[in-house]
């Protein structure tokens, strides 16, 4: 069983950059795929990214495409997501997720952060 931890988040204005990581526990991480999602108040989780096992492919929301990227380092069980030129329609709270299978959708993800909160002021 994997237990995630993310990291990373704060208070930053619009236009700035984040780097969040999540560290997970467990001898299994680089068999998993790894997935960031988000949630903002009164808003369902929605999927940010994606990377495989081997970090190979990786995936991106539409709406983050070119403003985020997705890492993953297994020698130190972590996954990262970068995110730039951040915009205040981007704060939400951020959670790591650890899937068999690469996915998209949230219900592929076995495992899950507890968040960590982005805040972007205007």
């Known amino acids: 069983q994997e237990l995630l931890v993310e990291s990373g988040g704060g208070l930053v204005q619009a236009g700035g950059s984040l780097r969040l990581s999540c560290a997970a526990s467990?001898?299994?991480?680089?068999?998993?795929?790894m997935g960031w999602f988000r949630q903002a108040p009164g808003k369902e989780r929605e999927f940010v990214a994606a990377?495989?096992?081997?970090?190979?492919?990786?995936y991106y929301a539409d709406s983050v495409k070119g403003r985020v990227t997705i890492s993953r380092v297994n020698a130190k069980n972590t996954v990262y997501l970068q995110m730039s030129s951040l915009k205040p329609e981007d704060t939400a709270v951020y959670y790591c997720?650890?899937?068999?299978?690469?996915?998209?959708?949230?219900?592929?993800?076995?495992?899950w952060g507890q968040g960590t909160q982005v805040t972007v002021s205007s």
């Open positions: 997720a650890a899937a068999a299978r690469l996915g998209l959708q949230a219900y592929e993800y076995d495992y």
């Open positions: 990377i495989s096992w081997g970090g190979v492919s990786t």
């Open positions: 467990g001898r299994t991480f680089s068999n998993y795929a």
